[in-house]
Structures are given as structure tokens and as C-alpha cells.
């Protein structure tokens, strides 16, 4: 009897609190394992400061918080506190989707209340969060006499770093993400030199800034990520760095069309600004802190999304054999208006039919089909585009009805796809008749866009306003039973726990910049980088599985010249590897149904899950490689991907995630002993071996390859 009420104890919900009402300058809070530690403190002027400490030793040394606002006083010193809190949770939370099906979440909290000791006598209380995987706070204006809203011109939250750390960043781009990552120290951190302006439709970049997720290595080996959790009616914030004193400096997206950066009207609370902590870069991949951080699921049953993996009419435009108007040509750099049909116009009736035959036969289970509704004419380059999509005109080509009578007769769902051109305005009023076409045919996914400048002019992406428009998209599209796979978005914040309709978004400069950009695509090491960043944030749509690696319809681009052509820059198993290692509930085989037809290293696309049961980080390093073993929810099995930079490796796997005593069919795809992203890219090795819980066996990457495995239980 007491044992079983002892165990639902310890799965359930725990937390406590106290109270404490006396002025002390001095404030700490440790981790449930106490390696990690905060401590809080008033200088004598004031202003509050904290620090955070990793195994007796400094990880943020003493760092300043405050903010400057409009027609109003800073908010940085002359406080006193009146008054703490602490509370401690530990409970466990279902995913109804994800990388695993249980989470725990975990930590101790300090609440810290704050009020100037003179007029106005503002009050501002701080929440600190001690996890074992890093830490968070956020700042909370309560309702109080006298202060109705808040106008923020900047938030100014340091983070003091102990050292010149290694750095894996991205420039602080008010406008887009897609951008290569830059390796270098903080001291060296120059974002305006190293932002790569080429092929980007969009960039704003006013400062000396990085985007987050940024991640460090220390000297002595600690792995440290930055960024935000629970991005709600607020700016996203860039990191300002001072290459000098090697300060990070929140510096939160503007607005030309405002003075302030964010105006919230009391009571009201910030994101949470985070530090994930690991003692292996491979840790920070296993870190849920992002999504605990956020609240509990507001849409309740949501089985109406099935994760999936899906085709679609889309890499032939990229390639240029195909596009997305009806009545002009395109090929991702210019624009030719022919005036009349010309034949090349993708979403067609026949070619959807085509692909919803291919990923039947093939156990897909969705279509992606983009350019099917009018307005691509006038879609980017042009000054007005407002109300170019309507998101329910077809072209002429095209019948939406019949393709999805056709592919629910095959078992095959449409993905909608809805780009707004960044005509925000056009989509915020058209998104309800948008999504009530998609419910009246059983259309449950969409992919949104917004390529270019934001309409209204002066709005940036990452800002409070566009912030606020993702938020709107997603709780739109919930009412009509709508998952969102957002591109051109805001970052990630871990939304995805309390609107787990928000199933995916690009974020980074994904696989289409192989396809058409000018600067050799993305290279080999490109995606060792981003498991350590960007997919720190949540789920990737990067779409993989370009079998046609050096692209052999691609139509040459006239304005560069023979010496330039386009190639994905990784190996054949490379491509295998990255729908275990890149997550996401939805997974693309994007290149065209005949690169696929009669290969054989299509049948690890077949048969790789995409809802997981639980995930095992098995060993990496950022730039460098990463492993990762992913167990499938419902069948149980098994599959597990590596990539590896331009540098060829062996890599060892420990099979003791598997089950004691159950049998599987393992087979191998890796590449050839002659294999290399740029040389042989497609020599690829498919095998069959035994494996067991006890087995440790080693494996070689080429240079730019992969390994993918599938274990499917017999």
C-alpha cells in the first residue's frame, strides 16, 4: 500500500514553496543535482545582478539587468527587495508528438520582488530556474498604482562571459535566419563582415549582433547555448556582443515605425532568457529546458496531425524545371513575364497525381504542393503586393478537389501551402476562409511562407508586431484542427508544448540554397552545426533526401558562368543519416519521384520513423559529427544516423540502447570506401549485420558522409 502511493508520488506532480518577506541583498538558488548554481544580488546603487556557477566555478561572471524605456525612467537601479519566493517542481509531461514521449521536467525556482526605493516606486519582480540542463529567468511587471504600460526600448540584460569561448553563430538579422554559421572566438565576432548578404530576399543587420541559439565551447571544454523560451507578445531578442570586454548584451528587434520596441500593457511577464549547460556538446541536443519553460498544451487532443513523411511538387521549381507561376518564367534570380501560359507550371492536376502515386507505393503519406493558387507573377520584386494570394483561387491547371479525392483514395494527405509574399496584412485577413477551405477538405497541415520585406513597411520578422502575427497564425489555425510548418518564421521557442499544432519551421538556410545558390550551397559541415543550434530551438523542415547529388537537370544559371554549378556538398548516406539526426514530425523526400525509382537506399526513407519514442544522443561534436539513435513510438524500433563534416572519420556505436533479448533486422547504408561529398558522392554500401545490446562496433564516415541503420524488430 505505501509503496504504491510512494511511486505515484514520485511520477506525479511535486512542488513546494516558501515565502520570505525581509530585505537581503544577497539571494541564491541551486540545481535539484546542485551543479549548478545562480546567485542574485544589489549593488549599492541598486541595480540587480546575477551569476551563474557550474560546478564551483564561474560560467556567467557578475552580469547587470535592466531595461531602458520611452517617456519613462530606466528601469536598471535604485531598487530594494521587498520580498522572495521558492518553489520546486518535478513532474512528468506526455509529448503528443516529438523526439520522445516523456519529458521531465524539473527545477527550482527563486523569486525575487523588487521595488525603487524613491518615486515612482515601480515594482518589478525577477523569476530565476535552476535545471540540472542550464538555467532561465525572465522579468514580471505586476499590476501596480501609477504604471499602466510599458514602452521598452531595450532590454539590457548582460551576459558577462569568463572567457574567450569558441563561438558557433549566425549574425543578429532582424529579417531572416538564413544564414551560414560562422566558427570563431567571441573576440572575433564581426556580423556585419561576416554576413553573407548573396541569395537572401530579405536582411537587416544594424549591429554587431548573433541570433539565437548560440552556442560556445570554453577552454576547458563546457558546452554553453543561449537563447529564449516562451517568445510571447514580445520582440525576439538578438545577443549584442562587445568583442572587448565579452559582454553579451540582449538587443530585442525594432520597428522603423516606433520608437520602442515593445509596448505591453501591465500586468505582464518577458520570455524566458536561457543558458543551457553541458558537460558534452552532445547534451545540450538531449536538453528539454526549452520546451519546460513553456506552459502545458492549451489545445488538448490534437491526434488530428499525424506526424509524416511527405513528397511534393518543390525541388523542381529550385532546379528550375518547373515553376511556380503559370504565365512566367522563373529561376530564383530572375523574372521574365511572359504574359500567357508556358507550360512549365508545376502544380498541375496530372504532376500531383504523379507524386501521390510515388509516395503511396513508397509508404508516404503526404504531398506538398506549392504554386497552386494564383498571384505567383507578382509574388516578390514587386513594391506592392498586397492581396496577390487570395490562398482558395486555383490555377487553371490545377484542381484542388480532385487531387485530394485522389490521394484520400490512395491514402495520401495534401499539405496546403499558403506564401504570403510577407503581405502580412492580406494573409491576417484572409486566414480564416484560408483555413476553412482546408477543413472542408480534410487538409490538416500547412506550410506557411514570407519571403521579403514586411508589409506594412518598417516592420522586421523578429519583431514584437510579426511576433505577434505568428502566434495569431497558430491559434487561428487550431480552431480549424490547422498544424503549422512555418517558414521564413520566428524562431522557436518551445511554443510547441503549449500550441503543439506549431509542428515545424525552417529557420536556417535549408537544403534549396544547394539548388540555386551563388556561393557554392551549403557546405559539408553545415549540418554538424546546426543539431548544436538551431535544433536547439525545435523542430527542423529542412528537407532531405536529394538522391541526384550533383543535380544533373539542374538548368544552368546564364549570369554565372561555366565555373559555377550547383551540387548538394554531402555524400548519399549523408542524406540517409539526416532524417534521424535532423528532427521534425513531418520529413520530406524532396527530390523528384525518378532520382528515386530503383535505388535501393530509397528503402531506409520507406521504412525511417518520424514520431519517436525516445531519442538517444549517442556522441558529437559541434562542426564535427554528430550520432544520434532514435527509437520509433508504436513499432519499437530502432534507427540511428552520424554525419560528419569535410573531414573523413571512424566513429564507434555502443548498440546498448537496445533491449535485452530482442531480435532485429539490422541493415546498414554508409558510404564506399572510395566515397566523398564533391569526388564519389555516391558510392554507398548497403548491408545486413547483427547487432545485440552487448555490441560495440565501428563505422567510417567519409569525408562529408553519413551512416544511417535501421533495427526493425523481427
Known amino acids: 500500500m505505501y509503496k504504491k502511493l510512494f511511486l505515484v508520488f514520485i511520477v506525479g506532480l511535486v512542488s513546494s514553496y516558501a515565502c520570505h518577506r525581509y530585505a537581503k541583498n544577497d539571494l541564491s538558488l541551486s540545481s535539484p543535482s546542485e551543479r549548478i548554481k545562480i546567485e542574485f544580488s544589489l ?116 551576459f558577462q562571459l569568463t572567457g574567450d569561448h569558441k563561438t558557433w553563430w549566425i549574425p543578429g538579422d ?12 567571441v573576440s572575433e565576432i564581426d556580423a556585419l563582415e561576416k554576413a553573407k548578404h548573396v541569395n537572401l530576399a530579405q536582411t537587416s543587420i544594424p549591429y554587431n549582433a548573433v541570433n539565437t541559439p548560440v552556442t560556445m565551447r570554453t577552454e576547458d571544454g563546457i558546452h554553453l547555448s543561449f537563447h529564449e523560451a516562451n517568445l510571447t507578445d514580445y520582440a525576439g531578442m538578438t545577443l549584442k556582443v562587445d568583442t572587448g570586454s565579452l ?25 524566458w532568457r536561457t543558458i543551457q549547460i553541458a558537460d558534452e556538446a552532445k547534451d545540450l541536443i538531449s536538453s528539454k529546458l526549452i520546451l519546460n519553460l513553456n506552459e502545458a498544451n492549451k489545445l488538448g487532443d490534437v491526434s488530428w496531425f499525424k506526424p509524416m513523411k511527405y513528397v511534393g511538387i518543390w525541388w523542381e521549381m529550385h532546379l528550375g524545371i518547373a515553376t511556380w507561376d503559370y504565365g512566367m518564367t522563373q529561376n530564383m534570380n530572375t523574372w521574365e513575364d511572359t504574359g500567357k501560359a508556358h507550360g ?5 492536376t496530372e504532376n500531383a497525381k504523379r507524386y501521390i502515386d510515388f509516395a503511396a507505393k513508397n509508404g508516404m503519406s503526404g504531398i506538398l504542393v506549392e504554386g497552386w493558387n494564383t498571384g505567383w507573377e507578382h509574388w516578390i520584386g514587386f513594391e506592392d503586393r498586397e492581396g496577390v494570394f487570395d490562398f482558395v483561387t486555383c490555377y487553371p491547371d490545377y484542381d484542388i478537389e480532385e487531387v485530394v479525392r485522389y490521394g484520400r483514395e490512395r491514402g495520401v494527405e495534401l499539405i496546403m501551402h499558403h506564401e504570403t509574399s510577407a503581405a502580412v496584412t492580406t494573409y491576417d485577413q484572409q486566414m480564416d476562409t484560408a ?46 484542427k490547422v498544424a503549422i510548418n512555418a517558414h521564413e518564421p520566428i524562431k522557436a521557442t518551445g511554443i510547441r508544448r503549449t500550441l503543439p499544432n506549431a509542428i515545424a519551421r525552417e529557420g536556417l538556410r535549408g537544403q534549396e540554397f544547394n539548388a540555386w545558390a551563388n556561393d557554392g550551397g551549403n557546405p559539408p559541415e553545415h549540418l554538424t552545426i546546426v543539431p548544436f543550434t538551431r535544433m536547439l530551438a ?77 531519442s538517444i544522443v549517442l556522441d558529437g561534436e559541434v562542426g564535427e559529427f554528430v550520432i544520434i539513435a532514435r527509437q520509433e513510438r508504436e513499432t519499437m524500433n530502432w534507427f540511428v544516423g552520424a554525419v560528419s563534416d569535410e573531414n573523413p572519420r571512424d566513429i564507434t556505436i555502443d548498440f546498448s540502447f537496445l533491449e535485452e533479448g530482442k531480435n532485429y533486422k539490422v541493415i546498414v547504408y554508409k558510404d564506399g570506401e572510395e566515397a566523398h561529398w564533391n569526388d564519389n558522392p555516391l558510392s554507398l554500401v548497403i548491408e545486413e549485420v547483427s547487432v545485440n545490446k552487448n555490441s560495440k562496433e565501428t563505422f567510417h564516415l567519409a569525408a562529408g558522409g553519413g551512416l544511417a541503420i535501421s533495427l526493425i524488430l523481427d
Open 435 to 480: 483555413f476553412a477551405l482546408m477543413e472542408s477538405l480534410g487538409i490538416h497541415s500547412v506550410k506557411t511562407g514570407y519571403v521579403g520585406k514586411i508589409i506594412p513597411k518598417g516592420e522586421f520578422h523578429h519583431g514584437q508586431w510579426m511576433v505577434n502575427h505568428y502566434r495569431r497564425v497558430l491559434e487561428t489555425a487550431a480552431k480549424y
Open 43 to 158: 549593488n549599492d546603487l541598486g541595480t540587480p545582478f546575477y551569476q551563474v556557477v557550474f560546478d564551483n566555478k564561474d560560467i556567467i561572471k557578475k552580469s547587470s539587468m535592466g531595461f531602458d524605456l520611452l517617456d519613462a525612467p530606466a528601469l536598471d537601479k535604485g531598487f530594494e527587495i521587498i520580498g522572495s519566493e521558492e518553489m520546486m517542481m518535478n513532474e512528468n509531461w506526455e509529448m503528443p508528438w516529438g523526439e520522445q514521449r516523456m519529458v521531465n521536467n524539473h527545477f527550482e525556482e527563486l523569486k525575487v520582488m523588487l521595488q525603487e526605493k524613491t518615486a515612482p516606486k515601480r515594482l518589478m519582480n525577477i523569476y530565476f530556474r535552476a535545471y540540472d540542463d542550464g538555467v532561465a529567468f525572465r522579468y514580471e511587471f505586476p499590476e501596480q498604482n501609477g504604471v499602466e504600460e510599458l514602452m521598452i526600448v531595450d532590454e539590457k540584460t548582460e
Open 174 to 185: 532582424w529579417d531572416i535566419y538564413e544564414h551560414l554559421y560562422n566558427t570563431t572566438k
Open 247 to 271: 559582454v553579451l548584451t540582449s538587443g530585442l528587434v525594432g520597428s522603423k515605425n516606433h520608437k520602442y520596441k515593445v509596448k505591453r500593457s501591465l500586468p505582464f511577464v518577458t520570455p
Open 344 to 348: 512549365k507550371h508545376g502544380a498541375t
Open 538 to 614: 525545435g523542430p527542423i523542415d529542412f528537407t532531405p533526401g536529394v538522391f541526384d547529388i550533383k543535380l544533373s537537370k539542374k538548368t544552368p544559371n546564364p549570369n554565372w558562368g561555366a565555373e559555377l554549378k550547383n551540387q548538394i556538398n554531402t555524400t548519399l548516406a549523408h542524406q540517409l543519416a539526416l532524417y534521424v539526426v535532423l528532427y521534425s514530425p513531418i520529413q520530406m523526400a524532396c527530390d523528384l519521384p525518378e532520382h528515386y525509382e530503383g535505388n535501393p537506399a530509397l528503402q531506409f526513407i520507406r521504412d525511417v520513423g518520424v514520431d519517436w519514442e525516445q
